[in-house]
């Protein structure tokens, strides 16, 4: 810290102190009228008056909180000071008057917030200011020029972000009400909140008459502006949707999502539909991520006005477990895995997910777990929740936040598939057997990835997307999205002839979800998930079992993958793997073309080079690569004349949207059944630094199928330093308690589950 | 810290603390003859009697020397543990027999230290053992198996590996020479030590006797045991080559460098002869690193034993000079700038580095900036200069190691050309117009590379090898070193008729180097280098100028680059850059191939996948990309007509040796004379958390020439902010006290010096 910082911190605390005695005499003399806490019935969403007096009491003793305080106050003051701005509505997000509307609302939203606990009327005569120049341009205005949303907004071009903007203006004047004179507060109620919340309601039903993020924030923003101005029927309508409304079943958003199929509208019903009893978001954790902040701000101020509601009692504490759901959806260092669409990077870092994690700490029994995640976003809301988790931090009450293996179910009953996450330090296995997931949803039935220490090995595109930069498409997800990342050949599943699951079609894959077939972690030698799929392509039966395999003679667990297809037809099947990193070297010839073809017509084949090729002769074949410093390697059995394709993404990518990266695809030719079985395995390290290469090579010297049938399928697992195992899972049958005896390799194994893995020396 | 590792921390102090009393103990009775000091005449190499006084003295109470002996007994002690293993020679780098000679002579030389640092005999019985083993085995010895190399050792595929071993070796000796009998020294020196020096000296000419990193080690190995032993004949050898020795001027190694083409030899021609007065060494700092160990470590032997002879002193303290050199050519991170033959990565982290610095720092006046390397370095040599630099660190002397801008000259007296870095925070950029640099140069006459806080932006390749990683031809160079790594379109700088620079050619390329025209940096506005280059294409003269330009009106600085060029002859010319990350925008329509073609036939442009194209139409062109979420941009004037080629390195690639990374050239065809003026900027940043972009655009208006003649060049650059610039320079006069003054854009402009940037508004 350098000394202009100090001196800054010195000051700020001096500040601080001056609050506290200021308070602390008001309090006292009971005389002072200028005080914000003079109606206790505001602020009540997020703050409230006893939670105001708390805060203040404790300023200057608790370093988190001060800390994002004084960093609040700094942005805020600066906003102050380069004054007010409210432009005409112009651009698409990144662009100027989107991202200025943008600032204005968490900017306004913050000030109300200091204006609370520091009690400095700078900060409410910013919010009153702002909020008077918008009431005088809203009425002026027409839809939003931007035609691209299906819900245009006013101020955005879309509604949802219109209900961005509500969400956290309404914070921001309950901050300020009792700072408003009645008339002025009636003018803003009457020319610029009900109009707002009537326009992204009953004046945009195909925006929020729907189970949807989009829906949500609508709801929610309609329900916190009733909320600070106790308006029951807006309240009713953000509760429960838009009544007695007809609507055309078969309308769909821009994403290719249904709109309304089933009529269900409402904050109840979005919390109702897209969330499991194991608190998973059917869109994924990336949408769940945006959605959280919506659920979770008015839950908490649902709570704090309205606690006889009991909303998070709701669904058996769903909205608490979707917090820890989500949590449990990161990698390593905190970043959200990429199921369905997804932008990398996106973490619990995020400010979304400060608040969730804060919210659910002060109204979920205050688990210390979520305490350590607080400690490592190192900042809390400025709110009663933040001054909660930053009392349980200065008590030292953080235990650590133990990411297990877990199964998180998908589905409105859980009984729409599931999530598989397997974990054996430093490897984690995401293996998605869920339903569609909504418009967001990608056509990848039984894919995974797999990370190491955080880092992406086997990798999931992700969206085709660079979320508000405007260079790319105005920030918006471009036509990649549909033609390369939703398709079946972007994830590492099986293909069927060249075509993505459910031929690409939202409307048939939304019908359908895959099924759980078992999922055991109970012995950390080997964890298993396994998941059926019967209806991504009629006609064909998949069956993918995951397994990590944690080997006490290797350093580090490896992953097993058992793939078997049963079809009535003879059919062409991929299987890629998105390795990231360089191939060092391969145990197969290949031949690489001189200049790349491409490498198919559609389903996402028209966007992939084919660099080299190969044929198997039946023998396993392993790639070995090497991606920041470590070395990886994938082993499959192949049968003689299985084709072995490298390939890389970025043909027919006229504007430089893809990401140039590597694939490893194995493909079966007219057949009807197919097993395809590999391991993967991080097994070494490279240190530019030291230029020492450890562990270069796979520890794995063979891998055999030894039986495959419509009863059992098992696998030999022939380790280099000389360890066999045998691997068995019975195929029909999944009940934990049953009996299994099969003869395989002259012996006869007996074992009680699913599955079984056995030494054979 | 966990539980287990606090408890071998404090076993370990409980350790040194017996140490310590015990040697007090020792000095006060004086009765004890197992103290390995008996003798003051060894150790004398590394560690000194007095050395070793003051490091047991000292024990347990310096962290940082504590830190490195405990990490240092720990690896020795499980070495000890894993028993000694002497393998019969086989394998190149990579394979196990290499690397386990490799970890023996580490190993060795630890456990001599250990020796002598904790007085355990132990260490001393480990390291008797071994050199015995290695007596027993090296007399039986042929050459290597392995054939690559111009000189093969015994141990290891190259003598150089050899020399390596010996190095390391002599110290070992050296700590225990006290602790074996003259029978057995009598024994090693004649059966081990005097023929190893023998082979790799007199048995090896064309490796010993000649000016390379190669010889830099063969003479400091002889020279090392030579010192132990006392043994003057071989001394004189090591200091001054194998005398009378007829060799073969044109004789090459297996890079293609002359093995000897003037007749120099021995350590003090290796020292003369590739550095320069300001400590550059011509083969750039990644070879710099590894030759700086042996140099550093016979000087400080040298001085220990020999200070008579000044080593120190030799060549205005060049030795000294050289660890300052070098460390200015480390990057944010501390990562070697890429000139020549390069690996990523490489740092002052590595094990020579923390030498050097112990080292310089010792002997060179104890300049406590070098502490602050030390100490991010976090380790110290267990010796008596690691010593003072722990003592140092201790008594927080330590000032912060600040590089600036700065030009090291190259060849022996400074005048054959330099490298230019100029450094405005958050910008580096590396100009280099040098010689050759040996057999590990790159035909890259006046390229550059552009670092911004420690990330490459626009990019030297560096080398087309996987150091010591086996799966990748041995770890030895790939065969694309030669065809893609060293050749002109590889880097960032004139291509002229898709040929190298010199036609490729070492022999002729090392008779020339570019020559420095100005290199002011003491306006900080403004800091300037230019340099010209006249032999690289016979008839044709190139005179590039990089300038950073640091207007306050902007966050950041960015960076003007003027490439000038003149001809006898009509030519292509192809300027390059090779950017890292993606593309955001273009400001031209580019047509993106349907399928990647090869670019040219030769030279590296073989290598090259075209993949768009575009004929500029005489507007400013600009590419906007993101990389490590931050937006760049470079924009360059164009000619109507140039062309615009979008390329990506990896064709006739059969193996995957190279990484499939893009760039940016231009090209003007049928052109006598030419200009290539071009702006690159790190203008803005993106976070994937709050998914946030601030800045995304480039800053530039317009980019302009306004005057271009033989005896000026002036450019006019106008930024979005209105600010507009004027940048002339001199062409032809480089005196910086001339006076000049020109009319342009209807103003007459008077400076002084060669250069000069006018506001225009």
């Known amino acids: 810290m350098n000394l202009s910082k100090i001196c800054k911190s010195v000051s700020f605390l001096a500040m601080l102190l001056f609050v506290v005695l200021a308070c602390k005499n008001n309090e006292d003399s009971k005389t002072n009228n200028s005080n914000a806490l003079t109606d206790a019935s505001h602020p009540s969403l997020i703050l409230t008056a ?38 005409i509505p112009k651009d698409y997000s990144g662009g100027y008057t989107h991202e200025r509307h943008k600032k204005n609302f968490v900017f306004m939203q913050k000030a109300g917030v200091l204006y609370q606990i520091l009690n400095d009327e700078t900060y409410a005569n910013y919010v009153k200011d ?56 009636a003018d803003l109620e009457d020319n610029l909140f009900k109009p707002f919340a009537n326009f992204i309601s009953t004046g945009n039903p195909q925006f929020f008459n729907r189970v949807h993020n989009h829906s949500t924030w609508g709801s929610v923003a309609v329900g916190m502006i009733a909320l600070v101005m106790e308006d029951d029927s807006l309240l009713n309508r953000a509760l429960y949707g838009i009544k007695n409304l007809k609507m055309d079943p078969n309308m769909k958003d821009n994403d290719g999502g249904f709109i309304n199929k089933d009529g269900k509208a409402g904050f109840y019903a979005n919390l109702e539909e897209p969330f499991s009893p194991d608190g998973y978001y059917t869109e994924g954790p990336y949408y769940q991520r945006y959605a959280s902040y919506p659920f979770l701000i008015f839950a908490q101020a649902l709570q704090n006005k309205k606690s006889e509601l009991g909303v998070f009692k709701f669904k058996d504490s769903v909205l608490l477990k979707s917090v820890n759901a989500l949590i449990n959806l990161t990698d390593a260092d905190g970043e959200f895995f990429l199921l369905n669409d997804s932008q990398k990077g996106m973490s619990y870092y995020n400010s979304a997910l400060v608040s969730a994690v804060d919210i659910a700490y002060q109204f979920g029994g205050k688990n210390p777990e979520l305490l350590s995640i607080a400690e490592k976003q190192n900042k809390v809301t400025l709110d009663d929740a933040g001054l909660s988790v930053a009392l349980g931090l200065k008590a030292r009450e953080a235990k650590p936040f133990e990411k297990k293996s877990i199964e998180l179910s998908d589905g409105p009953n859980g009984k729409q598939g599931a999530v598989g996450i397997l974990r054996s330090n430093p490897l984690e296995v995401v293996f998605k057997y869920t339903s569609h997931g909504l418009s967001h949803g990608h056509f990848d039935k039984l894919s995974f990835a797999m990370f190491d220490n955080g880092d992406e090995v086997l990798q999931d595109y992700g969206l085709a997307r660079y979320v508000n930069i405007e260079q790319k498409g105005g920030g918006n997800y471009l036509k990649e999205n549909k033609t390369w990342a939703k398709q079946t050949i972007a994830h590492n599943t099986l293909v069927q002839n060249e075509k993505s699951h459910f031929s690409g079609k939202y409307g048939i894959g939304s019908k359908y979800h895959s099924n759980s077939y078992v999922f055991n972690v109970s012995n950390d030698s080997i964890q298993v998930a396994s998941a059926k799929e019967e209806n991504a392509y009629p006609g064909t039966k998949m069956h993918r079992t995951m397994a990590i395999i944690h080997d006490k003679s290797l350093g580090n667990p490896y992953v097993l993958d058992i793939m078997r297809v049963q079809s009535i037809n003879s059919n062409q099947y991929d299987l890629p793997f998105y390795y990231l990193g360089q191939i060092m070297q391969t145990s197969f010839e290949y031949n690489k073309l001189s200049q790349p073809t491409i490498l198919g017509g559609d389903y996402g084949y028209q966007h992939l080079y084919k660099e080299a090729s190969a044929v198997a002769n039946g023998d396993n074949i392993t790639l070995n690569w090497l991606n920041k410093n470590k070395f990886y390697s994938i082993t499959s059995e192949t049968d003689a004349s299985d084709q072995i394709i490298l390939a890389r993404i970025g043909a027919n990518d006229p504007e430089y949207n893809l990401r140039n990266e590597p694939t490893l695809i194995l493909r079966k030719t007219n057949a009807k059944n197919a097993l395809f079985v590999s391991t993967i395995e991080s097994h070494g390290t490279y240190s530019p630094v030291s230029e020492l290469a450890i562990n270069a090579y796979s520890n794995i010297e063979n891998i055999t199928t030894v039986y495959n049938a419509t009863d059992y399928t098992a696998v030999k697992i022939t380790l280099k330093n000389n360890t066999v195992k045998l691997f068995i899972i019975s195929n029909e049958n999944n009940d934990e308690n049953q009996q299994h005896n099969l003869e395989v390799e002259d012996q006869l194994i007996n074992w009680t589950g699913v599955f079984t893995l056995v030494n054979l020396n």
Request: hydrophobic share 35%; aromatic share 12%; proline share 6%.
């Open 50 to 87: 006893q939670g105001v007096k708390d805060i203040r009491a404790n300023l200057g003793l608790i370093p988190i909180f001060d800390k994002t305080l004084e960093e609040t106050k700094e942005v805020v003051d600066t906003e102050i000071t380069n004054g007010i701005n409210v432009p």
């Open 130 to 185: 702002m909020l008077f120049a918008y009431k005088d341009l809203y009425p002026t205005l027409p839809v939003h020029p931007q035609p691209r949303s299906y819900a245009r907004g006013k101020l955005f071009w879309q509604c949802l972000n219109d209900s961005n903007w509500l969400v956290y203006t309404s914070q921001a004047y309950d901050c300020i009400y009792d700072f408003l004179s009645e008339t002025e507060r």
